[in-house]
Nanobody, 124 residues
Framework: QVQLVESGGGLVQAGGSLRLSCAASGRTFNRYAIGWFRQAPGKEREFVATISRSGGSTAYADSVKGRFTISGDNAKNTVDLRMNSLKPEDTAVYYC?????????????????WGQGTQVTVSS
């Protein structure tokens, strides 16, 4: 079992920054890669970013590439999502999720464990 808890969401003006954090616990956590997804009102949940178990590989959705950065701290069992140059269209509930090896990084079906989500609201 892996437990995930997101934090760091809030209200920010367009152009601002936020840092989301995903705290993980569980005996087998180090076997999983971590991804961030988001879901805006009335829309399907979509992939945002992912980082490999070792932290050596990352991937981003085109919509956030160059603005968001995902990073991991294995000592603390946390994965952060640094979000810069935020836009109103980034408003959503953001979720972190854990993915076992061999599963797709960009599809939510590949992820076995999910956090409860944290709200990010970007005002124009």
């Amino acid at each position: 079992q892996v437990q995930l808890v997101e934090s760091g969401g809030g209200l920010v003006q367009a152009g601002g920054s936020l840092r989301l954090s995903c705290a993980a616990s569980g005996r087998t956590f180090n076997r999983y890669a971590i991804g961030w997804f988001r879901q805006a009102p009335g829309k399907e949940r979509e992939f945002v970013a992912t980082i490999s178990r070792s932290g050596g590989s990352t991937a981003y959705a085109d919509s956030v590439k160059g603005r968001f950065t995902i990073s991991g701290d294995n000592a603390k069992n946390t994965v952060d999502l640094r979000m810069n140059s935020l836009k109103p269209e980034d408003t959503a509930v953001y979720y972190c999720a854990a993915r076992p090896a061999g599963y797709s990084a960009t599809y939510e079906q590949g992820y076995s464990y999910w956090g409860q989500g944290t709200q990010v609201t970007v005002s124009s």
